[in-house]
Antibody
């Protein structure tokens, strides 16, 4: 069974940092492209970042230069390092799997809440 | 970036109704479009990919159509489990933008 489990969310002050993790199981993690998607409270979905199986990365303009996506295939884990956090980064962060490059996200984690507030 | 616009933002319907949601892209995305269903407090669920392909396990009352810049999601006979928010998403570019969502409410 495919499972994605996020962790690392919490309360952080503006300007602070946080590292999110996503533990993957039930599939060959190294073969799949992955993304982070976030959802601010009461708002819609926003794509945040993408990493290919070959470690190519892309970011939304809203997080470029502040967030870094990475993966550890040996640990079957996806990460999101978030620096210089702002109030508008407050959201539930989901990790999601892509079956192929040109595809929708077929599996999602349950999400982890990041709150940026003083 | 490619912008995605859904309409309506909210839709009130009754069980058994035929429901249609529209998604428009700011430029052609061919058929690189997905539809998701999200219920409160839950992660989104993939319904449709490549504009009209039904994801495994999704009921056949859901269907998608369109190409280029205009797309529709249709629920042929609304069921109680279908009251939720629906999002379209383009994946023509790596910046995989979502529409703003359409909430389907009980009339």
């Amino acid at each position: 069974e495919v499972q994605l489990v996020e962790s690392g969310g919490g309360l952080v002050q503006p300007g602070g940092s946080l590292r999110l993790s996503c533990a993957a199981s039930g599939f060959t993690f190294s073969s799949y492209e992955m993304s982070w998607v976030r959802q601010a409270p009461g708002k819609g979905l926003e794509w945040v970042s993408y990493i290919s199986s070959g470690y190519n990365t892309y970011y939304a303009d809203s997080v470029k230069g502040r967030f870094t996506i990475s993966r550890d295939n040996a640990e079957n884990s996806l990460y999101l390092q978030m620096n210089s956090l702002r109030a508008e980064d407050t959201a539930v962060y989901y990790c999601a799997r892509l079956p192929t490059t040109f595809a929708g996200f077929d599996y999602w984690g349950q999400g982890t809440l990041v709150t940026v507030s003083s | 970036d490619i912008q995605m616009t859904q309409s309506p933002s909210t839709l009130s319907a009754s069980v058994g109704d035929r429901v249609t949601i529209t998604c428009r892209a700011s430029q052609s995305i061919s058929s690189w479009l997905a539809w998701y269903q999200q219920k409160p407090g839950k992660a989104p669920k993939l319904l449709i990919y490549k504009a009209s392909s039904l994801e495994s396990g999704v009921p056949s009352r859901f269907s998608g159509s369109g190409s280029g810049t205009e797309f529709t999601l249709t629920i042929s006979s609304l069921q109680p489990d279908d009251f939720a928010t629906y999002y379209c998403q383009q994946y023509m570019s790596y910046s995989r933008t979502f529409g703003q969502g359409t909430k389907v409410e009980i009339k």
